[in-house]
């Protein structure tokens, strides 16, 4: 595959970059400066697919490069998986894990999508929506809320460092592979297929999930909170310390389109602009304890064979958007570049469609200081870039 060449031509090959910013109406709507001069340095090791170098004196370039060998990129109008009634009863069937519906509900919301909604005597529910999603909450969820012990900083992202926090790949109480089978059927069931690419599985074991709960300064991972309507604020009610019982793999899917992941974030600052296609699963010794899809399904095909623009394009791109961006701090690094699919609104179309896009996440590195203790946090942001014209989406970092 020609785009894939130019990664593997040479143990490393050298991106310099001369960057002339493109004219501010078409990269920068709001007519911000343009015709910045600067200069980006990226290597890429085709033995490691990993780029090393330096956009700019604010960010560093630190990545694995992920691109998909064989494929033929197009590019399509698309909507969200339409889930029909039937689909949605065999899937809370699948769910209720031997519980007695208690209510079922079946509503039309404002945009016309049907929303089938079923509550079981377990205190868990399951929703599912005809224009792409579903949604499984259980009691444990709602008291544990898993997603607080391993997030990012960006919507549904897990934080860079979950595994110095979660070093196990994998619970004694409960074997990955048997957590996998229960997520094949559940795939299978919702007619998804998830890619082998970008698997993010986090093993919540109860010593360090129990040492993150007890270090932490936020009151809805210590346990149960309610909310004080006098004081205006949240009190924690009962502690919630991590026993084996509770112990749960944390996993992240994409979901392929034409043999090509889909990516799994929206862009920051735009949720209209781009949207996410994932799958999140939260599962241990007691069953499916939490489920998250976001999915959609092809309708026209507009555009096929697309050429993909280089790397260094993208890069270029992802250097001038960083130059304007406000609020993002100094200490940056690129820690990964994909080439993905993504879910974008194309307003000529007035459809959502799916396009290939390089994807830029970047961890941003923050010092605080409280009480004389100086604590340090990473944040994660995304940039997209069109593959096509190698442009930034609008907002790009902020």
């Known amino acids: ?3 894939y060449k130019y990664i593997k031509k040479l143990s490393i090959i050298v991106l310099g970059i001369s960057m002339i910013i493109l004219s501010s109406c078409s990269f920068y709507p709001e007519g911000r400066i343009d015709n910045v001069e600067g200069k980006a340095e990226v290597q890429v090791d085709s033995e490691t697919k990993n780029a090393t ?27 969200g998986r339409d889930f029909t009634e039937e689909e949605a009863k065999k899937i809370a069937d699948y769910l209720s894990n031997g519980s007695n519906i208690t209510n079922y509900e079946v509503r039309q919301d404002h945009n016309g999508a049907m929303v089938y909604v079923i509550e079981f005597d377990n205190d868990s529910h399951v929703g599912v929506r005809s224009d792409g999603s579903v949604s499984f909450i259980t009691q444990e969820q709602q008291d544990r809320q898993f997603e607080r012990y391993v997030s990012g900083g960006t919507a549904s992202l897990v934080r860079p460092d979950y595994k110095e926090l979660y070093p196990l790949d994998e619970l004694e109480s409960y074997s990955k592979e048997e957590a996998l089978k229960e ?14 690419t970008g698997q993010i599985i986090v093993a919540l074991d109860k010593i360090n999930a129990e040492r993150f709960r007890q270090e932490s300064t936020k009151i809805r991972i210590k346990g149960k909170v309610e909310y004080d309507e006098n004081k205006l604020e949240e009190y924690l009610v009962e502690e919630i310390p991590w026993t084996e019982e509770n112990e749960v793999y944390y996993m992240q899917f994409l979901i ?8 799994d974030v ?3 600052g735009d949720d209209r602009g781009t949207k996410q296609s994932s799958l999140t699963v939260v599962i241990g010794k007691q069953g499916l304890l939490c489920v998250r899809l976001n999915a959609y399904e092809l309708i026209e095909q507009y555009e096929s064979n697309i050429s993909i623009c280089e790397m260094s394009k993208a890069l270029e791109a992802l250097a001038a ?16 570049i994909e080439l993905r699919y993504a879910v974008v609104y194309d307003s000529d179309k007035c459809s959502d469609c799916l396009n290939p896009c390089w994807i830029f996440k ?10 004389g203790k100086e604590n340090i946090s990473n944040s994660i942001k995304v940039v997209y ?6 442009k930034t989406y609008a907002g790009g970092l902020k």
């Open 1 to 3: 595959m020609k785009l």
């Open 53 to 79: 170098g330096t956009l700019n004196d604010s960010m560093e370039v630190d990545a694995k490069v992920s691109v998909p060998s064989d494929v033929i990129w197009n590019a399509y109008t698309v909507k």
């Open 183 to 196: 997520v094949d059927v559940l795939c299978q069931l919702m007619n998804i297929k998830i890619s082998e």
């Open 256 to 263: 392929d389109f034409d043999d090509a992941p889909c990516i």
């Open 266 to 268: 929206n862009r920051n």
């Open 321 to 336: 958007d960083y130059y304007y961006a406000e609020g993002i701090g100094q200490n940056n690094k690129v820690d990964s």
């Open 362 to 371: 970047i961890i941003n590195t923050s010092a605080k200081v409280k009480e």
């Open 385 to 390: 870039v069109d593959a096509k014209t190698g």
